[in-house]
C-alpha cells in the first residue's frame, strides 16, 4: 500500500521515529508516502490467507513469517545507523529467514520474500516503486497479487536484478522458490484456497499515485507507438527514447511530470484500469476484449487502422457452411467480439482460444475459420485464407483511469484535449 507524497523533503528512518503512530508512511529514498486508511476486508484476507499457508510450509524452518504493518528498514549498506536509512517500507506479508535480520524494532535489511496485494489506491506504488526498492535491496521473491484479476505477478532476483516477471492465474499450486529447506525444494502455495471468496476490491480507494501532479501513460511497441508520436508531440510531450532501440520499459519524455510504460497492447487497459498508468493507448479490440471497466474513453485516435473479420482457407465455402447450420470451429484471440458476433447471426460455434499467429489454425487443422485483425490482407492471402465476413471496423482510443481524471485533470485534461486537437 503507499500514496501520495507527503512533501518534498528527505527523510531517514531516524525522522520517521519520531512520527505519530496514528498516521502510517512509507520512506522510500527518502521521500516519505502516505499511507491509505486501513485496507479492504478482501486485501487482510488474501494477505492472512497466503501468509497462513506460508507459515505452514515453514514449520520445523527457520523461516519467519510476518503480516503488516512491519517495518523493513532497506538500508544501502546494513550497518547504516538511523539516519542514514532512507527506505522504510510495510509489505503487507513478508518472510525472513536470516534471524539477525530481525529486531524488535523491525526487519534489518531485504525479506527473503515480500508480498503485496494490490489495491487501486496502491498499483502504481507497488507496481513501479515499491518493486524498484525491493530489487534494489536484494529481496529474493516480490509476489504481487492483483486480486480482481486474480493473477499473480512473480519477481525473481538473479543477484543482480528482477528479469522478466512470471505471471499465473491465481489458481492451481505456485512453487514458493526461497523457503529454506533445500534448493528447489520449497512449498507450493495453493491459489485455489480462494475459490470461494469474493475477491473484488471494495477499498473505494482513491488513486493518489505516488506524485499528484506526475502522469504516466501505457503505450505498447509497435504500430501503437509509432503512430501515437505526433499525437503526444501535439501535447507537447515527447519520450526519450525508441522503446524499439531500448529494452527499458519506463521512459522519461522532455516533460519532467510524464512518463511513458511500455507495455503488452492487451495489458494497456489492465494498467490504466488500476492506476498503475493514468492513461494509455489500446486498440478498439483489445478493449472490447477488456470489457472497459474503470476506463474512460474520450477519443478515438483514428490510428492503428485495421478490420475485425472471419476468414477461412480458400477452398471453404464458408457460407453454404453458416446455411447449413454447421457448427463451425472458429480459432481466435478475440473471444468476446467472437461470441456476440456469431451469437447475433444465430451461428453455431466452438471458440479456441489462441494467443498468436491463428492463420495457422485452419491450415494445421485445429479450426474451420478463424476471426483476426486484417489491414492489408496480405498474411491471409499468403496463407491462403480469405475474408469471409468482416465484424468491426478498429481503431486505437485514448483511455484514462477515471480516478484519476478527477484527482489530476489539471494536468490531464490539456494533454486530452491537445491530442484531441491533433487527431487526423
Ligand atoms: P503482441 O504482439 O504483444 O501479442 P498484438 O499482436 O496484439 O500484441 P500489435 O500487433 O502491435 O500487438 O497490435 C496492437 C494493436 O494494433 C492491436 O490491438 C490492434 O488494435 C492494432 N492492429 C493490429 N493489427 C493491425 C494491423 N494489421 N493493422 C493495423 N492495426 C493493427
Ligand atoms: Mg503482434
Excluded at 153 to 159: N, P, V
Excluded at 285 to 293: N, P, R, S, W
Amino acid at each position: 500500500m503507499g500514496y501520495a507524497l507527503r512533501d518534498e523533503h528527505y527523510y531517514t528512518y531516524a525522522d520517521y521515529c519520531t512520527w505519530p503512530e496514528d498516521v502510517r508512511y512509507e520512506l522510500i529514498d527518502g521521500a516519505a508516502f502516505m499511507m491509505a486508511p486501513a485496507p479492504s476486508v478482501n486485501h487482510q484476507t488474501m494477505a492472512f490467507e497466503i501468509g497462513r499457508q506460508i507459515r505452514n510450509l515453514l514449520e520445523g524452518h527457520p523461516g519467519r513469517v510476518l503480516l503488516a504493518p512491519v517495518d523493513v528498514l532497506l538500508a544501502r549498506d546494513d550497518s547504516a545507523n538511523d539516519d542514514a536509512v532512507d527506505t522504510v517500507v510495510q509489505p503487507d506479508a513478508l518472510v525472513v529467514c536470516d534471524p539477525h535480520k530481525v529486531t524488535q524494532r523491525g526487519i534489518r535489511g531485504a525479506p527473503d520474500w515480500v508480498l503485496e496485494v494490490i489495491s487501486p489506491a496502491s498499483a502504481s506504488h507497488d507496481q513501479i516503486i515499491k518493486l524498484a526498492a525491493y530489487e534494489r535491496a536484494g529481496v529474493r521473491e516480490y509476489w504481487l497479487i492483483h486480486p480482481t484479476d486474480r493473477v499473480l505477478t512473480i519477481y525473481r532476483y538473479d543477484g543482480n536484478a528482477y528479469g522478466r516477471p512470471q505471471i499465473v492465474a491465481l489458481v492451481g499450486e505456485t512453487p514458493i522458490d526461497v523457503l529454506p529447506g533445500g534448493e528447489r525444494s520449497m512449498g507450493t502455495y495453493r491459489g485455489q484456497a480462494f475459490g470461494g471468496l469474493n475477491t473484488a476490491i471494495s477499498d473505494g480507494g482513491k488513486v493518489k499515485s505516488a506524485a499528484m501532479n506526475q502522469i504516466t501513460i501505457a503505450l505498447s511497441k509497435g504500430r501503437i507507438f509509432e503512430e501515437t508520436l505526433p499525437l503526444l508531440a501535439a501535447a507537447g510531450i515527447v519520450p526519450a527514447e525508441d522503446p524499439e532501440k531500448s529494452r527499458k520499459l519506463i521512459i522519461g519524455t522532455n516533460r519532467d511530470d510524464v512518463r511513458v510504460v511500455i507495455v503488452r497492447a492487451s495489458d494497456v487497459p489492465t494498467y490504466v484500469q488500476y492506476g498503475a498508468a493514468d492513461m494509455g493507448i489500446a486498440g478498439k479490440d483489445v478493449l472490447i476484449e477488456h470489457g472497459g471497466a474503470g476506463l474512460y474513453q474520450p477519443l478515438d485516435l483514428n490510428i492503428a487502422k485495421c478490420r475485425m473479420c472471419v476468414a477461412a482457407p480458400a477452398g471453404f465455402d464458408y457460407a453454404a457452411a453458416v446455411r447449413r447450420g454447421a457448427r463451425l470451429r472458429i480459432a481466435t484471440k478475440y473471444i468476446t467480439t467472437a461470441r456476440e458476433h456469431f451469437a447475433a447471426k444465430g451461428v453455431h460455434v466452438d471458440l479456441i482460444k489462441l494467443y498468436g499467429s491463428m492463420e495457422l489454425a485452419p491450415l494445421a487443422g485445429l479450426a474451420e475459420a478463424i476471426v483476426d485483425l486484417v489491414s492489408s490482407g496480405s498474411t491471409l492471402k499468403a496463407n491462403n485464407l480469405v475474408e469471409v465476413e468482416e465484424i468491426m471496423n478498429i481503431s486505437s482510443r485514448l483511455v484514462v483511469n477515471q480516478a484519476s481524471l478527477k484527482m489530476k485533470r489539471e494536468v490531464l485534461q490539456p494533454v486530452i484535449d491537445a491530442i484531441g486537437g491533433a487527431i487526423q
